[in-house]
């Protein structure tokens, strides 16, 4: 298959291998209620943390989305109409699959009635089973993309004081709420920055590239600050 576009970008399949080795270990190796590694297991050797804590795979996912639309994108008078039916057609076929295979094998004690009112919540709601809420929020991203083109067009800084106020949304939703992991997690709320900084490092390209030093050095930092956060308890057990 071929985009519509017509353009590839061989470098990006290999950060999608990674992404989906960091998801895919997690699955293979944890599960929500623990097992076959139990979710208290710390890694002995630092990096691994990040494939003890999955979601790391999922916020590259993310980041990525953020960097390919912008890039095929830019410049470009977009259809939106057309834009959103492509995601739809790319999309929709095989989340209808799992969704009709968990309805017919895996919902359990939950009844047919219920099992559909959670997949209609689920364009709003983190509700899709088997990873569908990352569907969910992909289109909630698509939703903001115009916008945020518009914004990245007018000024990468601009674009980049999204995050703090991303950040400063969270901490009022904490204070609200007494915690913030389930919107920061399961919600645009929470990856609504890894889809700019995305945007953002492609209109940076041209200046990341070849610093490597200091790509060592941030990947360094994610190392080290996964390597306490999972020492901690993770994403499951962290108070």
């Known amino acids: 298959m071929r985009s519509s576009s017509g353009e590839h970008y061989v470098a990006l399949d290999q950060v999608r291998a990674v992404a989906a080795f960091l998801v895919f270990t ?14 208290e297991y710390v890694p002995v050797v630092p990096p691994f943390a990040l494939l003890d804590e999955g979601h790391t795979g999922v916020a590259v996912f993310m980041t990525l989305s953020g960097y390919l639309f912008a890039r095929l994108l830019a410049g470009r008078v977009i259809d939106y109409r057309a834009f959103l039916w492509n995601r739809l057609l790319r999309l929709l076929p095989l ?3 799992v969704l009709l295979a968990v309805g017919l094998f895996q919902r359990g004690d ?15 709601l983190p509700s899709l089973p088997n990873g569908g809420w990352s569907i969910t ?3 909630h991203f698509y939703a903001l993309l115009p916008v945020l083109l518009w914004v990245l ?10 995050v703090p106020v991303a950040v400063a949304l969270r901490a009022g939703l904490h204070a609200l709420l007494g915690e913030v992991q389930t919107q920061a ?50 994403l499951y057990q962290y108070p």
């Open 110 to 124: 939950e009844s047919v009635g219920t099992y559909l009112r959670r997949l209609v919540s689920g364009a709003v």
């Open 153 to 162: 067009r007018r000024s990468p800084l601009l674009a980049l004081a999204l």
């Open 185 to 234: 997690y399961w919600t645009i709320v929470g990856r609504f920055d890894q889809f700019v900084l995305g945007m953002i490092a492609c209109r940076a390209r041209s200046w990341l590239a070849g610093r490597h030093l200091a790509a060592g050095c941030v990947g360094a930092g994610l190392v080290a600050f996964y390597t306490w956060f999972d020492a901690q308890g993770g």
């Open 137 to 139: 929020t992909e289109f």
């Open 95 to 97: 989340l209808a699959v």
């Open 26 to 39: 997690w699955h293979f190796t944890h599960s929500p209620s623990g097992g076959p590694v139990p979710l």
